[in-house]
């Protein structure tokens, strides 16, 4: 079945250092998207990325999609402690269904 | 608005018995989704509803575990005869149609003693 991968599994940054984590799929993905959880908390829907090598960004986060549509990376620029959390990618495949990813959780030390 | 609403927040259970989880999704969203999440782990697909559609139950993990929907609005997951190893956090999300954002409520944390 489908599956969709995320490295590192854990991050320990110091604040003000990048982090990046990838996002993996075993197959072609018709769109992703990635969500954050805090700790204690539920996910929250972050963006959504649908064309083939898409770059968004949204302040110090770009989000990437890569150019044969199963791989995705989120790149945090100079992180602060509000970061802290677990960052999931998810994809679909032409429905509504999402395959979580394993996440990538984040701890910034200030 | 509203958003999705879950209840109860924490169960705890013995061993053998069955319970019963709720989801409210957001008013209008006629896709609603059950996960688990074991502690430390990622989110585990259960089930999918869609409007009238037949459900998708593919990621149900045993025939001790069902979901209804009353059209598009409540969502009661029952765990039948629980074992310890249905501990976890439950989640319900909901969405528009279309593969847009999930918008997930707080969950019910279940243990089962």
């Known amino acids: 079945g489908q599956q969709v991968m995320q490295i590192p599994q854990y991050q320990h940054v110091q604040e003000g250092e990048d982090f990046t984590t990838y996002c993996n799929s075993s197959?072609?993905?018709?769109?992703i998207q990635w969500y954050k959880q805090r700790p204690g908390g539920h996910p929250v829907f972050l963006i959504q990325?649908?064309?083939?090598?898409e770059v968004k960004k949204q302040k110090r986060l770009t989000f990437q999609f890569g150019e044969a549509k199963k791989n995705s990376s989120l790149h945090i620029t100079a992180t602060q402690t509000t970061d802290v959390g677990t960052y999931f990618c998810?994809?679909?495949?032409?429905?509504?269904?999402?395959?979580f990813g394993t996440g990538t959780r984040l701890q910034v030390f200030p | 608005g509203a958003g999705v609403s879950q209840s109860p927040s924490n169960k705890v259970t013995e061993k053998g018995k069955d319970v019963e989880l709720r989801c409210d999704p957001i008013?209008?969203?006629?896709?609603l989704y059950w996960y688990r999440q074991r502690l430390g782990q990622g989110l585990e697909f259960l089930i999918y509803?869609?409007?009238?559609?037949?459900?998708?139950k593919s990621g149900l993990p045993s025939d001790r575990f069902s979901a209804e929907r009353t059209g598009e609005s409540v969502s009661t997951l029952t765990i039948q005869r629980t074992q310890q190893e249905d501990s976890a956090v439950y989640l319900c999300?909901?969405?528009?149609?279309?593969?847009?954002?999930?918008?997930f409520g707080p969950g019910t944390r279940l243990t089962v003693t």
């Open positions: 999300a909901s969405s528009y149609p279309g593969g847009l954002e999930q918008y």
């Open positions: 197959t072609t993905l018709s769109n």
């Open positions: 990325l649908v064309k083939s090598g």
């Open positions: 998810a994809g679909s495949r032409n429905t509504d269904k999402l395959i």
């Open positions: 008013s209008g969203h006629t896709a």
């Open positions: 509803f869609q409007g009238n559609s037949a459900p998708d």
